[in-house]
């Protein structure tokens, strides 16, 4: 399967201002040849995730929706636009995976960049949809969720 990027995304042509990290992912895992070495990749991005301190593991902070523990919390800048810095974990080496393809696209962007690009398709792209249990792409899809209602309010 062809995975050049051409700035498109779910099929469209991308205009949101997180093209060029998409398109870097696509790269990334269009290299791999099958699903073994794109699960290789994404256990690898997970080892980049820096740890979240304990006292942020609350359950205020917590993920609902994800099957494994994943916390996520973030930071909003007063600039303006303000900055969405975000920082997550998790006790699965899988989720926090998908918490680094996350926090590359989303974390330190403004609101409105977060909310103009949906990026649902992007795991379909990446092959990890079709390969993920369906409480992972829920959990996945919760988290998206979480970042656009952090974005929505700060917007």
Not at 12 to 37: N, P, Q
Not at 58 to 78: F, K, P
Request: one cysteine or more.
């Amino acid at each position: 399967m062809s995975m050049s990027p051409l700035n498109v995304v779910c099929g469209k042509r991308a205009t949101c201002s997180l093209v060029d990290t998409i398109d870097e992912l696509i790269d990334e895992f269009g290299m791999m040849d099958d699903w073994d070495e794109r699960y290789q990749l994404l256990l690898e991005l997970g080892d980049e995730v820096p740890e979240l301190a304990d006292d942020l593991k609350t359950e205020q902070n917590r993920v609902e929706g994800c099957l494994s523990l994943v916390w996520m919390v973030a930071h909003v800048t007063d600039d303006e636009p303000p900055i969405i810095t975000i920082m997550a974990n998790s006790d699965s080496h899988i989720v926090r995976g998908l918490i680094a393809i996350l926090l590359r696209i989303y974390s330190g962007r403004p609101p409105q960049d977060i909310l103009d690009c949906d990026i649902h398709c992007l795991f379909e792209r990446l092959e990890l949809s079709k390969h993920l249990s369906a409480t992972r792409r829920n959990g996945l899809y919760a988290m998206i969720e979480r970042i656009r209602l952090l974005a929505a309010q700060n917007a």
